[in-house]
């Protein structure tokens, strides 16, 4: 399975995926630390994927969306985009609204 393959698998069987340096329980960069506490603020079950652990994925993730950083994240197989763009529509409530438009379970 190609790279290509391996991404789009996961961000379709997954309802939030993290693309991240590092895990959710030790992440490797502020930013991705950053979206795993957003998310588990909200209570959502997300997957992730640690781009530290292969090079083939940390370059596949970026050139599957011609989007140069990392953290990724993906709802329902969208991308969303990186920390910045998570934080501000977090903070706006925007996220909260995109995730339950998606039918993404949250916490109360």
């Known amino acids: 399975m ?3 393959d391996q991404i789009s698998k ?3 069987e997954n309802d ?3 693309y991240m340096k590092g895990t959710p329980v030790f992440p490797q960069c502020g930013f991705s630390s950053t979206v795993v506490q957003v998310f588990d603020y909200l209570g959502v079950d997300y997957a992730s994927v640690n781009v530290l652990e292969d090079m083939d994925i940390r370059q596949g993730i970026k050139d599957f969306n011609n989007w140069p950083t990392i953290p990724q ?3 329902k197989g969208e991308f969303i985009g990186g920390c910045d763009i998570v934080r501000e529509m977090f903070e706006s409530g925007e996220l909260r609204t995109l995730l339950t438009e998606k039918g993404v379970e949250m916490a109360a």
């Open 16 to 18: 939030v995926v993290i």
């Open 2 to 4: 190609s790279v290509k």
């Open 10 to 12: 996961t961000v379709t």
């Open 73 to 75: 994240i993906f709802v």
